[in-house]
């Protein structure tokens, strides 16, 4: 009658696929630990790692355990704890985390009512709860682990796409917040063709290059002329980043979600570490503190 999960931190959007692409990082995320109660209450007792709301009615999880509960008609009393491996804001997932995380523990806990189609709903919900939006890439990319792309919103429908043996991804978040409600909101409402061109193209390139383990084909593809452009004026120093990434062999680098994390992919643990470490150099002449870290994508 007690679960542990553990939901990933995820990168979103991947450069060219904005709300339609998602990868899933190995080893970092969240702990949730959800325990029956006698009762029917549900009750957060335990926030680790981030400052984020006890009130059962203030907090995402909160609001996918009551949508799960209503749909099924049922009661259930919970007792919640949350470790956050991350912070909120960082564009890494944070909310997804828990949203996916929630929706993943209460079906297994109710003997798995759900699909993973209506998991991923409901734990939409919850990044709505948490900005506004009901955005897929993060919480799909949580749930199916690995590389996936939103082919559809309505209706519904992930594709789980391959990752190449060799990828790996390296980060850089510098500590400061960025609320993606904010990051949403300077973005254009409408495009120019050619600039839709170039990026429904990369993005195509881009799971070519998946499928055929062609990294030159990544490198090409990724490449965003539509939200990079304005929302990297909310990350201080983005460029200077970004180029020390491509400079040291990264096959590209973008903003991860909403930012103000910087992420990029590379061929092969020793480039990814190397590019690390040159992105680290490019901060540290920065006023602004960050970290460093890189993973595996699965
Ligand atoms: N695709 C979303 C965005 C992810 O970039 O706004 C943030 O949750």
């Known amino acids: ?43 957060i007792t335990k926030i680790e790692g981030a400052n984020l709301p006890y009130n059962i009615d203030d907090n995402l999880v909160g609001t996918v355990i009551k949508a799960m509960l209503q749909k099924l008609d049922l009661q259930l009393g919970l007792d919640i704890e949350i470790y956050k491996g991350f912070k909120p804001g960082s564009g890494l997932g944070s909310s997804a985390a828990s949203a996916a995380g929630t929706a993943y523990a209460i079906n297994e806990l109710l003997g798995k009512p759900f699909s993973k189609i209506e998991l991923i709903q409901f734990a939409m919900l919850g990044e709505e709860a948490a900005c506004g939006s009901q955005i897929a890439d993060n919480v799909s990319a949580a749930l199916f682990g690995g590389f996936v792309l939103i082919r559809s919103y309505d209706p519904l429908e992930i594709v789980s796409l391959p990752v190449p043996d060799d990828l790996y991804i390296t980060a850089l978040h510098p500590q400061i917040e960025i609320k993606t409600e904010d990051a949403r909101n300077v973005l254009p409402k409408d495009i120019p063709l050619k600039s839709a061109i170039t990026q429904w193209s990369n993005v195509g390139g881009l799971i070519s290059g998946l499928y055929s383990n062609d990294y030159d084909l990544i490198s090409r593809s990724l490449q965003d002329v539509i939200v990079e452009p304005v929302r990297k004026k909310l990350i201080p120093h983005f460029d200077l980043v970004k180029n020390a990434a491509l400079q040291s062999g990264a096959l590209g680098a973008g903003i991860s979600g909403a930012g103000p994390t910087i992420f990029a992919l590379s061929k092969g643990k020793k480039t990814a570490k190397t590019v690390e470490e040159s992105m680290q150099e490019a901060y540290s002449n920065t006023e602004i503190e960050f970290y460093t870290f890189t993973s595996e994508i699965s």
Do not use: H, W, Y
Request: glycine share 10%; hydrophobic share 40%.
């Open 1 to 43: 009658d007690q679960i542990t999960i553990f939901s990933p931190a995820t990168v979103a959007n991947v450069s060219c696929g904005f709300d339609s692409l998602g990868l899933a990082l190995n080893g970092k995320g969240d702990k949730m630990i959800f325990s029956k109660r006698e009762d029917k209450q549900l009750i």
